[in-house]
């Protein structure tokens, strides 16, 4: 017996801007209820917004940061830790 998945298809987009740095994302995940989490690191003293205001960085470390988002993509919670 096998079961069809429907095809995948784009649910939403988003596009960060970021200036004088890097940022890597290291893992997404997507719940059964459509909640879109997304882990990484800010490399370099940058600004970074996700949609929950600016994450605080710095220059000579690597910033981890988490972000979630509703089904529509809008923006549910964003933080970060300095290492």
């Known amino acids: 017996m096998t079961q069809q998945q429907p095809p995948a298809h784009l649910a939403w987009s988003r596009v960060f801007r970021a200036h004088d740095g890097r940022v890597w994302v290291a893992r997404t995940r997507v719940d059964v209820s459509g909640v879109t989490t997304l882990l990484g690191v800010i490399n ?3 600004k970074l917004d ?3 205001g600016e994450l605080a960085t710095d220059r000579d470390r690597e910033t981890v940061f988490v972000a979630r988002f509703g089904p529509n993509g809008a923006h549910l919670a964003s933080r970060n830790v300095l290492l």
């Open 50 to 52: 996700l949609g929950g």
């Open 44 to 46: 370099g003293d940058m």
